[in-house]
T-cell receptor
Framework: AQTVTQSQPEMSVQEAETVTLSCTYD???????LFWYKQPPSRQMILVIR??????QNATENRFSVNFQKAAKSFSLKISDSQLGDAAMYFC????????????FGKGTMLLVSP | DVKVTQSSRYLVKRTGEKVFLECVQD?????MFWYRQDPGLGLRLIYF???????EKGDIPEGYSVSREKKERFSLILESASTNQTSMYLC????????????FGDGTRLSIL
């Protein structure tokens, strides 16, 4: 079974600084997808960024980028120029690429952003 | 934009009651999911459905059932609510292709007294 581990229950960053959230996963599959979801306090969970395992290039979405290390099974999220609105719970998730499959989530990292 | 609507944001029920949580999506998604979210445990999958009248157990199905009579609606049923089912419940939907992301509702915070 696949597992996703987020080793940082909580992280803090100051506005305009950069922060990296860690995620490791365990799988024997070669075809899969990785996601970072953001859940602001009392608000809807939304997708931040997605990475296909077959792509070597790291995904980027504006201030959000990932460092995907397939051999190490590591998938960290970097947030540049942090903003107050980035404060949220961040979940790393894994999805097998073939057949019927479901997301496996990590336990989440709470990101605190201070002025 | 995809809209996933959960019928209640907050719900309080009593032990032993039969509880229905409703979820509706407006984007003709094939897949629908029910999760519960607890502090320190992340999201755990209760049930999912890949098509109308089709359901599959997730990681923690005990004490729950589901119904999907129409493509847009996926209901979670607590047959006899217990205090350990007090939690945040999230519904999600997605297209059938694996790489499509899931879209989530706002969640229902359920308290069982």
């Amino acid at each position: 079974a696949q597992t996703v581990t987020q080793s940082q229950p909580e992280m803090s960053v100051q506005e305009a600084e950069t922060v990296t959230l860690s995620c490791t996963y365990d799988t024997s599959e070669s075809d899969y997808y990785l996601f970072w979801y953001k859940q602001p306090p009392s608000r809807q969970m939304i997708l931040v960024i997605r990475q296909e395992a077959y792509k070597q290039q790291n995904a980027t979405e504006n201030r959000f980028s990932v460092n995907f290390q397939k051999a190490a099974k590591s998938f960290s999220l970097k947030i540049s120029d942090s903003q107050l609105g980035d404060a949220a719970m961040y979940f790393c998730a894994y999805l097998k690429g073939s057949g019927y499959s479901t997301l496996t989530f990590g336990k989440g990292t709470m990101l605190l952003v201070s002025p | 934009d995809v809209k996933v609507t959960q019928s209640s944001r907050y719900l309080v029920k009593r032990t032993g009651e039969k509880v229905f949580l409703e979820c509706v999506q407006d984007m003709d998604h094939e897949n629908m999911f029910w999760y519960r979210q607890d502090p320190g445990l992340g999201l755990r999958l209760i049930y999912f459905s890949y098509d109308v009248k089709m359901k599959e157990k997730g990681d923690i199905p005990e004490g729950y059932s589901v119904s999907r009579e129409k493509k847009e609606r996926f209901s979670l049923i607590l047959e006899s609510a217990s205090t350990n089912q007090t939690s945040m419940y999230l519904c999600a939907s997605s297209l059938s292709r694996a790489w499509q992301p899931q879209h989530f509702g706002d969640g229902t915070r359920l308290s069982i007294l």
